[in-house]
Structure formats: C-alpha cells, structure tokens
C-alpha cells in the first residue's frame, strides 16, 4: 500500500501527523494524540510524571503511569490483562534508560513548532478520544476540533488514553465511522 490511512495512538499520532505532511498517508485517525498542540497544553499532564528527588522504586512508577494511562482500576478484570502486559514490556527496558528517554523526547517536542498548526490542510479524518483519559484530557480534543474541523470526533465512554485496548469494539465502531467519513 503505497498511501495507506494511518492510525496513531499517543506519540503514534504525532508519527501519523508527520507521514501525513510528507505525502505517505492518504488520511490520518488520531487517537488520544501527544504532543500535537502548543507545549503549555500538554506539559500540564506531566507533573503527575515527575520523579521526586529522592529515590523511587520503579516498580512504584510503572504503577502509577498505568493508573494514569488507563480508565479502569487495574485490578478491573478487563485492564488487568493489559496491565500485566505493559508491566512485562517496561521490565525489559531499563528504568534509568526508559526516563532519560522519554525526557529527551519530550524536550524535542518542546523546541518544535506544534503539528496543530498544519493540522487544517491534513488529510484527516478523525479524532478518537477516551472520556476518562487522564494522560491528554478530553479538553486537548475539543482544541484540536477547532483547528481541524474536517475531522470528526469520537468520545469514547469507560476508556482511558488507550481505547483501543480498553473498548476495543466501541473503538472498531468509532474508526470505522471515522474511516467512513468524507
């Protein structure tokens, strides 16, 4: 496929918004995009990640990023699976590398000129947002609706930044209806 609708999830969706400007998509669907709009919107969300300057136990950390990640307490029987799964993910990186990583991401994306800025002339077709995302508020999506009118939001209920693992039929529906719209 040489031109293939993109689907982004967080950081994804601002990998999707870049394909999308150099001509490799033929349209984008974000999903709870990071990153996208001026760095004050989405730098708010970051106290809740930083480390305190004492010592702290990464298993601790993980435990927190997940309950901010996603909409259902972790001990929920249909988030526990996932849970486990990014748990078993983040223990094969080292926590040291996986923080100074993410920090050196974040500090890039700063420096740049917001994609939200490009967005209107984008082949977009939709916004996929978890009402109870607590990592990119639902507010960042409304913003971005204004900038992007042509793209049609859906809000999905009891799902957090990652709706496609926590509501993954009402997540199939909402990008189907995304991929369906003109």
């Not at 974000?30 to 702290?56: D, I, N």
């Not at 971005?144 to 009118?149: A, D, S």
Request: glycine residues 8%; charged residues 25%.
């Amino acid at each position: 496929v040489e031109r293939p609708a993109v689907v982004g999830n967080s950081l994804g969706g601002r990998l999707a918004v870049g394909l999308a400007e150099v001509g490799r998509a033929e349209s984008i669907v974000l999903v709870s995009p990071a990153g996208l709009t001026e760095p004050a919107t989405w730098l708010k969300a970051l106290p809740r990640f930083r480390l305190p300057e004492v010592e702290v136990d990464p298993r601790a950390y993980v435990e927190m990023v997940l309950a901010q990640i996603f909409a259902r307490p972790l001990t929920d029987p249909r988030t526990a699976p996932l849970a486990q799964a990014e748990r078993e993910a983040l223990a094969r990186v080292s926590f040291a590398e996986f923080l100074q990583g993410s920090a050196r991401c974040l500090a890039e994306m700063a420096k740049e000129v917001p994609p939200s800025a490009r967005l209107r002339s984008l082949p977009g077709r939709g916004l996929i947002w978890g009402r109870e995302d607590r990592l990119i508020p639902l507010e960042v999506a409304a913003a971005l609706g204004r900038i992007w009118p042509s793209a049609l939001l859906e809000v999905l209920e009891d799902s957090g930044h990652v709706p496609q693992l926590e509501t993954p039929d009402a997540f199939a529906a909402a990008l189907s209806r995304c991929l369906g719209a003109a």
